[in-house]
C-alpha cells in the first residue's frame, strides 16, 4: 500500500493504492490496484471510517471540493469518509480494452469487476488499515453493494446506509418494474395536475422524436420494447423522464420530475 497526505481547505487527504487479487478466488494469481482518498476534517483524523460506495456500475467515487460541501461536509463532522474507486474505475486499475484472447475469456474477466469483488476489494482495505468494523454509504448501485457487504462479510460493518439501489428480496424483476410502472403514472398525473400546460409541451416532444428519431445530449432513449400492438418507449432528459404508453387503442402521454 502506498500513502499520501494532503492539506486542503477545510480537510486533510489521504490518497492510498491497495494491491488485490484480480480473482480473490485466486489470491497468488493477478493482482490490480484499487485507489481510496480519505476524506477527514482537521480536527477528525481519529473518527470513525465512513466508506462510500458509488452508484453506476462503472462510476468513480464521488471527488471531494476544498472545501468540503454536500453530504460529505456534513458526514466529517462524525465520520472519516473513504471515497473508494471501484475496481475499473477512476484511478483504479483501468479495464481499457477487456482483456482476453477470446470472448468466453473476456466474459470472464468482466466477472471480476462485480459487487462480490468490490466487497471483497473493501475488506481487504479494511484488515489493512486495522479497522475492526466500520460503516458505509451505499448510493443507488453502491446501495447493491451495500446489500452484498451485509450477505458476505457482515462482520466488517457497525452499520449500513442507504440512499436507493435498495434490491428487491423475493420478488421478481417483472414484479418491480410492473410497481414501478403504476407509480410512474400516479406521479404523471401529480405533475400534470400541478402543471396542466405541460401535457401539450411533451405530445409535442414525443412527436418530434417519432418524426426524427432524435437523440442528442439532453435527451436519451433508453428503452424500447414492442411487442405486438404494445409498445412502451421511455425518455430521460437531464431534470424529467417522459415515459409514453401505447397498449392497442389506449394512448398515455405522461411526465415525472423524477429523473431516472
Not at 476524506?39 to 476544498?66: K, N
Not at 428487491?168 to 414501478?180: K, L, M
Request: net charge neutral; hydrophobic share 35%.
Amino acid at each position: 500500500m502506498t500513502e499520501h497526505t494532503y492539506t486542503v481547505p477545510g480537510a486533510v487527504l489521504t490518497e492510498r493504492e491497495h494491491v488485490v487479487p484480480l480473482d480473490h478466488a485466486n489470491p497468488g494469481g493477478p493482482t490490480i490496484t484499487v485507489f481510496s482518498r480519505e476524506l477527514a476534517a482537521p480536527d477528525g483524523r481519529d473518527r470513525p471510517y465512513l466508506i462510500f460506495q458509488q452508484g453506476g456500475p462503472g462510476g468513480e467515487a464521488t471527488r471531494p471540493t476544498a472545501p468540503p460541501s454536500g453530504w460529505q461536509k456534513r458526514a466529517i463532522a462524525d465520520y472519516r469518509v473513504l471515497l473508494i474507486d471501484q475496481r475499473g474505475t477512476g484511478r483504479s486499475t483501468p479495464v481499457g480494452d477487456i482483456p482476453g484472447d477470446t470472448p468466453e475469456a473476456q466474459a470472464t474477466y468482466m466477472t471480476y469487476l462485480r459487487a462480490d469483488s468490490i466487497v471483497r476489494d473493501a475488506e481487504l482495505i479494511r484488515k489493512e488499515l486495522g479497522v475492526e468494523r466500520w460503516s458505509i454509504l451505499g448510493q443507488s448501485f453502491g446501495g447493491f453493494c451495500t446489500m452484498t457487504y451485509l450477505s458476505i462479510a457482515p462482520e466488517g460493518l457497525r452499520e449500513a446506509f442507504l440512499t436507493g439501489g435498495l434490491s428487491p428480496i423475493g420478488r421478481s424483476p417483472d414484479e418491480v418494474y410492473g410497481a414501478t410502472w403504476k407509480r410512474v403514472i400516479q406521479l404523471n398525473e401529480v405533475h400534470f395536475a400541478r402543471y396542466p400546460d405541460d401535457r401539450a409541451r411533451i405530445a409535442q416532444i414525443i412527436r418530434r422524436l417519432d418524426d426524427e428519431d432524435e437523440q442528442t445530449g439532453a435527451i436519451t432513449r433508453l428503452v424500447e420494447e414492442r411487442q405486438g400492438s404494445s409498445v412502451a418507449e421511455v425518455y430521460c432528459f437531464s431534470t424529467s423522464t417522459i415515459v409514453r404508453a401505447n397498449h392497442s387503442s389506449r394512448r398515455k402521454r405522461m411526465l415525472t420530475k423524477k429523473p431516472l
